[in-house]
T-cell receptor, first 115, second 111 residues
């Protein structure tokens, strides 16, 4: 089991550029999440998905889009990168939602800098 | 608005010291509280607490939840330099699929 994998590990973008952060899990988890972590801050939820074809907004969705066409993959898209999106992005997955008391497993993170 | 507050924000100790990290919360429909340790990259799971007064232990780490006073503590005894990390507290609620995280406590343990 690779667990939760994220690519790329690092990326530098110019303002206005677009990119997709990839996330995949091989644990057959239904639930997947995208968080961002700013320096000195806790994790903030961007988007989450409770299953293939279903996505929902978290606390800070503006400037991002997601899709969930398969159980395994949950890519996060930035359409017009802004300096405020400089952060470390974590993808996570869990078997059930938090209402099922299921632990979340995290990927290694993607460090994104927008200049 | 649901919130999770951790204190202190930062802590510096010497090896062998005992530390206590605090997490308080105000949420609707509390289900459980989780502690994570974050070193260089992704957080790793430490404990999940759902019942008041029942201590969970893992080696030198232990944690307990007080649902009446709405807080949890994470204790680390005989600290080692490898305990240096950010410790995150998160709360999950019934009928949602999200975790609410605190800002974390940065612990630095010096030899």
């Amino acid at each position: 089991n690779a667990g939760v994998t994220q690519t790329p590990k690092f990326r530098i973008l110019k303002i206005g550029q677009s990119m997709t952060l990839q996330c995949a899990q091989d644990m057959n988890h239904n639930y997947m999440y995208w968080y961002r972590q700013d320096p000195g801050m806790g994790l903030k939820l961007i988007y989450y998905s409770v299953g293939a074809g279903i996505t929902d907004k978290g606390e800070v969705p503006n400037g991002y889009n997601v899709s969930r066409s398969t159980t395994e993959d949950f890519p996060l898209r930035l359409e017009l990168a802004a300096p405020s999106q400089t952060s470390v992005y974590f993808c996570a997955s869990s078997y059930a939602g938090t209402s099922g008391g299921s632990e979340q497993f995290f990927g290694p993170g993607t460090r994104l800098t927008v200049l | 608005e649901d919130k999770v507050v951790q204190s202190p924000l930062s802590l510096v100790v010497h090896e062998g010291d005992t530390v206590t990290l605090n997490c308080s919360y105000e949420v609707t429909n509390f289900r459980s509280l989780l502690w994570y340790k974050q070193e260089k990259k992704a957080p790793t799971f430490l404990f999940m607490l759902t019942s008041s007064g029942i201590e969970k232990k893992s080696g030198r780490l232990s944690s307990i939840l007080d649902k009446k006073e709405l807080f949890s503590i994470l204790n680390i005894t005989a600290t080692q330099t490898g305990d240096s990390a950010i410790y995150l507290c998160a709360v999950e609620c019934y009928n949602t699929d999200k975790l609410i995280f605190g800002t974390g406590t940065r612990l630095q343990v010096f030899p």
